[in-house]
């Protein structure tokens, strides 16, 4: 089956650096990607949807200078969260559309990001 | 606005009871609608989803789902939950024939199953 790989898996980070996200799609193209952020005992909320070869949509209230995605090709989408602070620590998880599968979405495992 | 709400935050339930999750949205169109559970430590996977047809779905593992439009609502049920259903499940919701393809998730339900 479809399968999207994320890493890391977990990571802990300094104030201020800088840390990125991998979503791979191992085994299908995925002309859509979308990363999204869970809060603990919170919904999955939606931060931005990122096309293959295109500028991603981030959704209102979001920094698309903070959370950079990039897109550069059809199985691997990267989330990198700048100038990281102890607000930011959160679980990011990424899913992937599956291309000619209007709905057909496959979820990574998910990265804990904790920013001390 | 597109809204997903989930009744329950966290269900407790011996083994072998019956399992009924609540999901209702809020949407001016036509929807997609998926449950999708996520085991401690692993990704999020799909359990069922309806499209459209037979408003009752059956999914993997035993469970299943019923869509009543008029409620919007999409209630994942089980008739006797086991141990390793302890998971958090939750609901979304995609609008569609949308061209972005998002899905809205309600903020989810601990299941925890006691032997």
């Known amino acids: 089956g479809a399968v999207v790989s994320q890493h890391p898996s977990w990571v802990i980070c300094k104030s201020g650096t800088s840390v990125k996200i991998e979503c791979r799609s191992l085994d299908f193209q995925a002309t859509t990607m979308f990363w999204y952020r869970q809060f603990p005992k919170q919904s999955l909320m939606l931060m931005a949807t990122s096309n293959e070869g295109s500028k991603a949509t981030y959704e209102q209230g979001v920094e698309k200078d903070k959370f950079l995605i990039n897109h550069a090709s059809l199985t691997l989408s990267t989330l990198t969260v700048t100038s990281a602070h102890p607000e930011d620590s959160s679980f990011y998880i990424c899913s992937a559309r599956r291309t000619g599968t209007g709905d057909g979405y496959t979820f990574g495992s998910g990265t804990r990001l904790t920013v001390v | 606005a597109q809204s997903v709400s989930q009744h329950n935050h966290h269900v407790i339930l011996s083994e072998a009871a019956s399992l009924e999750l609540g999901c209702n949205y809020s949407y001016g169109g036509t929807v997609n609608l998926f449950w999708y559970v996520q085991y401690p430590g692993q990704h999020l996977q799909l359990l069922l989803k309806?499209?459209?047809?037979?408003?009752l779905v059956k999914g993997i593992k035993g469970f299943e789902a019923e869509f009543i439009k008029s409620k919007f609502s999409f209630n994942l049920r089980k008739p006797s939950v086991q141990w390793s259903d302890t998971a958090e499940y939750f609901c979304?919701?995609?609008?569609?024939?949308?061209?972005?393809?998002?899905?809205?998730f309600g903020r989810g339900t601990q299941l925890t199953v006691w032997p």
């Open positions: 979304a919701v995609g609008p569609r024939g949308s061209t972005l393809g998002r899905l809205y």
């Open positions: 309806y499209f459209s047809g037979d408003p």
